[in-house]
Each structure stands twice: as C-alpha cells, then as structure tokens.
C-alpha cells in the first residue's frame, strides 16, 4: 500500500515541474544588444546585434527597469532587430538600469533633455519603412510627362523640369513615443546623397511642400499607372495635378508668386528653402526654418504630410541623388528631428 503522502507529493511537484518548464519555456537568449536609447520620457529603444522572434521580443517579463519604472508594451520593429519598450514615465538626467530576462545583458540610460532621431529606410535610420520617393520624368521632347520612376535606385532633377517627391512618415513614431506637442521638434533637416553630378560650378535645388496625396511610382522610368503620381494628376486620372512643378524651374519663373501656377494648388507657391550643390559623392543637407515649421505641422497633423519637391533652380547639368531603392543604405535619404524629450500630455499606449 502506498503511503498517503505520496499522493499528496505528486499533486505538489506536477505543478512545480510544470512552472519551472513554463518559465524555462518563456525565457529568452537574446543577441547580444548594441545600443539602449531612450527616446522620450516613456519610449526606449534597444538594438541587438541579431534579429529576434516576436514572442520573446515582446514578453514584458524579459526586461526590467529599476528604479521605479513599469514597462507598459512592447513593439518589435519590421527589421526583427530593434525593440521599443514603452514604461511610465523617466525623469529627465536620471540614470536608470536596464536588465534583460537572462541577467546576463545590464545597461545604464539616461534620458537627456534635448535628442535626435532619424527617418528613411534601412537599418541605419532609427525609425524605418514610412518614407517614400519618386522622380517625375520630362521626355526630351517634353510632350509626355507621364512618367514616374519611383523603383529606380536614383532621384533626378534636371534644366528640363524633371523633378523629384521625398516623404517620411513620422505619425506612428511620435506618436508611439508620446510626442505630440508641436513645440517640442526644435529642427529638422533632409539629407540626400549627390550620386551624379558633371560639373563642379554650384548648382541650386530648391524644395517646395507638397499639399496634395501622390503615389509612388512602381515602375522604372516607365509610363505611370493608374494611382501613380504624374504631371498630370497627383492620383492618376482623379485629381488634376497643375503644370507649374515643371514650369516653375523654367527660365523666368522663380515660383515665389501665385501667379506662376495655374490651376489647383498641389505643390505650395513658397519656396521653402535651397542648397547650393557641386560635385558628387557626398551628402547635401537642406535646411531651413520653414522646413522645421513644416515638420512640427506634421506632428501636429500627421494626415497632411506629403513632404517635398525637390527641383533644380539654377543650374545646367543634371543632378542624380541615392533614392531609398539604392542598395547602399548608408546613401538613402534621411530625415533628422532635435526634439526636446519633455512629453506633453500623455495617453494610453497603442
């Protein structure tokens, strides 16, 4: 006859067995992490050296914050190699520690009070997959304006009125990071890589915001299709799309004016900024105070973000930038926000 207690026995370690297999089930060996930067008062952002699987990255039991900071959710970036915890608030200065489940992985962050982030598309930026870009080819005999090369590796603007389209999305990344007030971004800057560029006399681009919705193009310096961007519709064959992005970079037409565009508004009169371009193989930064003014609009208003066209003003050679097609992904476009980390009035994480 077996003894009573051992009945008792088994009904006590089947659950402690069945515990420790579960816990042992749910732990995560993570790569190794390459950076942890926190990004607002409630948003981190952890880098590993690897890719992750989605159910670890995203148990809240495989990180802790001390002192005194509750992890809230967890998102996995597309790229499978950047995470962002979402936690209660971080004092600003404050040095807190990180420890991932394993215990073996321990880091120190410190929120600061000013920060910087990037946008575009590859691992390199801090926020990727939202942007977009295209070409609007003029044909040399400029009869037919209806092509879009929104698959090349290249952005062109030229003396002949081709011009360029670069947007980035910011709405989930702000929005995921708590940052809403529009006074918070200080400046921003669009950066893009020269690729091509025959003479070495200073060339001017201008950039104008774009107000109306525009598709990217699919094909490679081909005819557009339906719902691609072209000159003669910002949304193929639905809304007009006016004639002035190419007029406006002819001999005599400086833009400024709302008389050089005819037709319904889809690129803003104003000029919002220019850079002086000469030579290739570098980057060029544009910048300007309405451009910054046009980002915190974004924040503000993140379904009207159309971002901007980019044209030659002065000048007589082609110029070819990297567009986020080109292999390269050090060479894609970029866009860089100086925010100030202090959040504004905060809601529940998505």
Known sequence: ???????????????????????????ADFPKLLAAVPLSQ??????????????????????????????????????????????????????????????????????????????????????????????????????????????????????????????FDLFDAFEDMGIREPTQVLAATISLHIQQCETDAAQTVLYRRVLLPWREGRGTSERAEDNELTYNSALHRNLPWNKAPAQAMLAGIDGDNESDYNGSEDVAHRIDGTCEISGAGKRSVFKSELLTEAVRFWVANPDYNYGYLFALQDGSTPIIFSSKETPDESLRPVLTIRYQTKLGEKTAPR
């Open 1 to 27: 006859m077996k003894p009573y207690f051992s009945i008792a026995y088994r009904f006590l370690i089947f659950p402690l067995l069945l515990f420790c297999y579960t816990s042992t089930a749910n732990s």
């Open 42 to 167: 409630t948003a981190i952002q952890l880098k590993f050296e690897e890719q992750l699987q989605a159910d670890a990255a995203e148990d809240l039991t495989n990180y802790q914050i001390t002192p005194d900071v509750q992890l809230e959710y967890v998102l996995l970036d597309q790229r499978l190699n950047r995470v962002l915890l979402l936690t209660t608030p971080l004092e600003i200065g404050k040095n807190y520690r990180l420890t991932l489940q394993d215990a073996q992985t321990e880091t120190t962050i410190t929120l600061p009070a000013v920060n910087e982030i990037t946008f575009g598309t590859g691992n390199a930026v801090t926020f990727s997959g939202g942007s977009q870009d295209t070409t609007l080819l003029v044909n040399k005999d400029r009869k037919t304006r209806n092509n879009n090369a929104g698959a090349e590796p290249t952005l062109f603007c030229d003396p002949t009125g081709s011009v360029f389209f670069a947007a």
